[in-house]
């Protein structure tokens, strides 16, 4: 196996594991919770998302979040903007990445959207633009890469397409989603052969949910393929509002004890993050589904 000696772990816990919460945590716990992520030693953090929060309730208050956080060195803090008018609040808010988010799905993209592929790419262009402009830097989201709720399996001539577009608006990061959580190793590694062959290996990052158990399997096909960033979440929190089946994103616990076992280095100190997962689990109000944050519970618990 060829593994990497670094791995760069995106926290996104904040923004996709809170927006599909029910119940609405205080600004004042989000920006607690945020701060306790800061001295974990992670080097970004997606805070919050500036969708309409008709669209998205439980990140209503991104513009309180993002100016009642303590910034810390080393750390980017990202956000999801959508359009133009988002944009305007990311940057009132001091927002040090802008990230910008679309489907290789056009069904998706319709339900996430409210727009067909083709009528995001300018919205999207704009705001890309506009950020690079006032010297920020953008990421890109792809969802359902490697499937969609509403069509199954997705074209990798869609997830170029779409991908190649992002690419040539200008973002330096591009994420690949497993919106609902459906993808295998095997699967991983041919889309990866694919895309590699179009797009740099270090402008790649991987997105996976785990609803089937598979997400820590499809880290390794994608490390042993060459990928050194991965998205993860707190406690494993997370869904998409508009991908039905769709559970939480892959914990970052669990993907730090991986590694650091493997003795690949992600510069977290798994403790820290283990805390803060108790942090927010508290909070929730119900068991996240973390290994590593209930073996730890168990533990101080004597079981």
């Known amino acids: 196996?060829?593994?990497?000696t670094n791995v760069?772990?995106?926290?996104?816990?904040?923004?996709?594991?809170?927006?599909?919460?029910?119940?609405?945590?205080?600004?004042?716990d989000k920006i607690n919770w945020i701060n306790q992520l800061s001295r974990t030693g992670l080097q970004s953090i997606e805070i919050t998302s500036f969708v309409n929060p008709k669209w998205i309730p439980a990140l209503a208050d991104s513009l309180e979040v993002?100016?009642?956080?303590e910034r810390m060195p080393g750390v980017t803090y990202t956000a999801l903007v959508p359009n133009r008018r988002g944009l305007e609040k990311a940057l009132e808010g001091n927002i040090d990445e802008m990230a910008v988010f679309m489907s290789a799905s056009e069904t998706h993209n319709q339900k996430n959207i409210n727009k067909s592929i083709a009528?995001?790419?300018?919205?999207?262009e704009e705001v890309v633009?506009?950020?690079?402009?006032?010297?920020?830097?953008?990421?890109?989201?792809?969802?359902t890469v490697f499937g969609c709720?509403?069509?199954?399996?997705?074209?990798i001539d869609n997830v170029i397409r779409v991908s190649e577009h992002l690419f040539e608006m200008g973002i330096q990061e591009l994420s690949l989603g497993d919106t609902i959580g459906v993808a295998n190793p095997k699967q991983v590694q041919e889309v990866l052969t694919v895309l590699l062959k179009r797009f740099p290996i270090e402008k790649l990052a991987l997105h996976f949910h785990d609803t089937h158990g598979t997400a820590a399997a499809n880290i390794l096909a994608a490390l042993d393929m060459g990928i050194t960033t991965y998205d993860a979440s707190t406690g494993g929190l997370g869904g998409c509002p508009y991908a039905p089946g769709a559970s939480g994103n892959v914990a970052t616990e669990d993907v730090l004890y991986m590694l650091g076992n493997m003795g690949i280095d992600t510069g977290v100190n798994l403790e820290k993050l283990l805390g803060a997962g108790r942090f927010i689990q508290e909070k929730i109000g119900r068991s996240l589904p973390s290994r590593n944050l209930q073996a730890c519970m168990n533990n101080e618990r004597g079981e």
């Open 8 to 28: 760069t772990i995106k926290e996104v816990g904040p923004r996709d594991g809170l927006q599909n919460e029910q119940s609405f945590l205080s600004t004042e």
């Open 66 to 69: 993002a100016k009642g956080i």
């Open 1 to 4: 196996m060829n593994w990497p």
């Open 119 to 124: 009528g995001t790419f300018p919205v999207l």
């Open 149 to 155: 709720p509403y069509e199954g399996q997705v074209s």
């Open 129 to 143: 633009k506009e950020a690079l402009s006032a010297g920020k830097t953008v990421r890109g989201y792809v969802s």
